[in-house]
């Protein structure tokens, strides 16, 4: 179903002149396996080679190109010796010098006197300019032979550069002029060349300037790249949206109960949320709705309205958890606010065996039971449910696509709630659940105080330890946490055994407990009662404990080797005190010397304490990839356009795909054809069938 017209772009690569069996196979290492990705494996960079007519010393090293008059060479004394041609530029001396052999055509050709131009990485030996192996050694009257500005592309070990600037033109040779796509007063405005005549100039830099990212050809390329992703999404909001829901429409007398049961009110934006959702729910369209919020914001307490929205029909919600001790946490958090109402509510982990489990199955099965909270155990296919109504995902970067369809497959048109207390930058949003709506928990319950933060380096860590023994015996408790579970020979990371051992030591053995991943779920629940019953001061974790966790009598919160971790973990972990009414602390323990980087990390960390701030610098830091994990994000992988820096041109491409779905839904229009076409050049083959078979 591929357009004739981009043919040219899908053979296989051995098609452009110049790509062997052999050189294909290196090719396929960068990621070209097809003329198409070589025409958008765009050059990262360039090499001027302007003529320098006075070359100074303050320009080594570095790329010199200049004219220069040989003058004699000297030959090596011994067998593998160096061999010199001697130069002068103007009056300054100079010379070349060659490390393996050269043949006497060369000698007599370059070496026996005349004009040439000499072009490569120059640097001072002796206080000579020497160029060693130069790029290009020419005659006088060939000096047009040689580029004034090179382009340089990402590359592989046996590919070199005049093969991928060789392969690169033979393959734009073949580049078909295409129908465009972009909105004419768009294109004007922009002053955006066609895209033909945009790869073109993009392979054919003639300066810095030209391969700049805000340059316009580049500004064209990576506006085309996030259009046609954009146009993805919008199709699949546009199927979900036409997918018959089923309207779950409660009274509002468990709301209300359970509102009235707290010692306070929603924040403005919580409420906002609630409304957001269950008008979702109450439509006659399936759910699929994001809920994003700060540390502390309290989705927890929406997710929990949602969930009684449902009960009051006599559906069924459930809510999955990415570990046992969030989800048993959440079970107990819910169960404690709606027990009072008459409202039960289940718990389902793997650990759950037994005839407590098969009670528990059988309650689901006939709709007894509402309400249910688990893992990834909720799920499996042995659970089954009389009537869900909704599925919400806590954490969900931490689930897969194919593990939430399973859980919305549980029941008939069921409506999706995501949620995640780590805030995501604009623009991550935008591409992530553009098919997505999203509720947006932007404020903070009244009263929280704000966490007090201080980095220190790891040489003062006695006293931290003492600062903690002063807090323990004031019968507060207290986090540690650490990036490694055990001590490892190819890092020097704190490992979260070794400092469990060492607390213990000073401050009791009853007095610290530990927790990570790897630990027996007994083991683990049993020191997680310890610590949240106030029996034992100082939970030892990993980051394990990064998410979920609520014991209000914490206040410090020490992250050890914090400069290892990311902002928005660093965020996540400092949330994890500051539930009381006590003052609480973050003390952020690095290893000295710290780098800029890891300055700049931990100083941000410092003076702000609003999530969706520290997210954006964590993405201009680190990038999309890190952090929201490419494992589970699903994040495109944009050859030319960059989520950190290309936000405003995101931005346009959404607003524009809306705009040409709302006024060409089936894309019947030149424009829309030429859309078309996009998709397929940018792989998205899906959507374009998608259209194609309505």
Not at 173 to 184: C, G, H, K, N, R
Request: aromatic share 4%; with cysteine.
């Amino acid at each position: 179903m591929r357009p004739e017209v981009l043919f040219p772009l899908f053979t296989p690569l051995t098609s452009v002149r110049g790509v062997g069996p052999k050189s294909a196979q290196l090719f396929k290492k960068i990621g070209i396996s097809c003329p198409r990705d070589i025409v958008f494996h765009l050059p990262a960079t360039g090499i001027d080679r302007r003529i320098s007519e006075n070359p100074s010393p303050q320009m080594l090293p570095g790329v010199v190109t200049a004219l220069v008059q040989v003058t004699g060479h000297t030959e090596p004394r011994r067998k593998g010796g160096v061999h010199r041609v001697h130069l002068m530029i103007g009056n300054i001396p100079a010379q070349i010098t060659y490390f393996r052999p050269i043949g006497r055509s060369f000698i007599a050709q370059h070496c026996a006197g005349g004009r040439f131009l000499v072009s490569g990485r120059a640097e001072l030996f002796d206080g000579v300019f020497t160029w060693a192996h130069p790029d290009y050694l020419v005659a006088e009257d060939k000096a047009a032979a040689v580029p004034t500005f090179e382009p340089v592309y990402g590359a592989t070990a046996g590919l070199g550069q005049k093969t991928l600037r060789s392969v690169a033109q033979n393959a734009l040779s073949a580049t078909p002029d295409l129908p465009e796509w972009i909105d004419p007063n768009l294109l004007r405005k922009r002053a955006w060349p066609s895209w033909q005549k945009a790869v073109q100039v993009a392979h054919n830099p003639t300066s810095l300037a030209d391969l700049a990212a805000d340059n316009i050809v580049r500004e064209r390329l990576a506006y085309d790249e996030v259009f046609a992703h954009q146009l993805t999404l919008v199709l699949a909001r546009q199927k979900s949206r036409s997918r018959p829901g089923r309207a779950t429409c409660g009274d509002g007398q468990l709301r209300s109960a359970a509102l009235a049961h707290l010692s306070f009110t929603l924040t403005g934006a919580q409420d906002r949320c609630v409304k957001e959702i269950t008008q979702d729910m109450a439509s006659d369209r399936r759910m699929m709705r994001l809920l994003q919020g700060d540390v502390g914001a309290g989705k927890t307490l929406v997710a929990v309205m949602s969930m009684l929205a449902v009960a009051e029909t006599g559906g069924q919600a459930v809510l999955m958890a990415p570990t046992e001790i969030l989800a048993r946490q959440h079970a107990h958090s819910i169960a404690t606010m709606l027990t009072p109402l008459g409202v039960d509510v289940g718990i389902l982990t793997s650990r759950d065996k037994g005839a407590a489990r098969t009670a528990l199955m059988h309650r689901l099965q006939s709709g007894d039971l509402k309400l249910l909270v688990g893992t990834h155990a909720v799920f499996q296919d042995t659970v089954t449910f009389a009537d869900l109504r909704l599925a919400i995902v806590d954490e969900q970067h931490r689930f897969g696509v194919e593990e939430r369809m399973r859980l919305a497959a549980k029941g008939e048109a069921v409506d999706m709630l995501l949620m995640t207390a780590t805030p995501i930058p604009r623009s991550l949003a935008m591409t992530q659940y553009g098919d997505m709506d999203v509720s947006i928990l932007d404020e903070k319950p009244p009263g929280r105080r704000p966490v007090q933060t201080a980095v220190i380096s790891l040489d003062r860590m006695e006293q931290v330890i003492e600062r903690l023994r002063t807090a323990l015996a004031a019968g507060q408790q207290a986090y540690w946490v650490c990036p490694l579970v055990s001590e490892s020979e190819l890092t020097d990371l704190a490992a979260a055994q070794a400092r469990f051992e060492h607390l213990r030591s000073v401050l009791g053995e009853e007095s610290v407990v530990l927790v990570h991943g790897q630990m027996p779920a007994p083991e683990k629940d049993a020191a997680m009662r310890r610590f949240q019953d106030g029996r034992s001061g100082v939970l030892v974790a990993t980051t394990v404990i990064e998410v979920g966790v609520d014991v209000p009598n914490a206040t410090i919160m020490v992250v050890e080797r914090a400069e290892n971790f990311g902002l928005s973990q660093l965020h996540q972990l400092r949330g994890r005190v500051g539930r009381g009414a006590k003052a609480s602390f973050c003390v952020l323990l690095y290893q000295s010397p710290l780098s800029a980087s890891g300055q700049r990390r931990l100083g941000t960390l410092r003076e702000s304490d609003d999530g969706f701030h520290l997210a954006e610098v964590d993405l201009k830091m680190r990038g999309a990839g890190d952090v929201l994990g490419h494992a589970q994000s699903g994040l495109p992988r944009f050859q030319i356009a960059d989520l950190e820096r290309d936000g405003d041109v995101l931005a346009l491409a959404r607003s524009d795909a809306k705009t040409l779905l709302v006024q060409d839904p089936k894309l019947e229009s030149a424009r829309g054809r030429a859309a078309i076409i996009l998709l397929w050049l940018m792989q998205h083959e899906r959507s374009a069938q998608v259209i194609a078979t309505g």
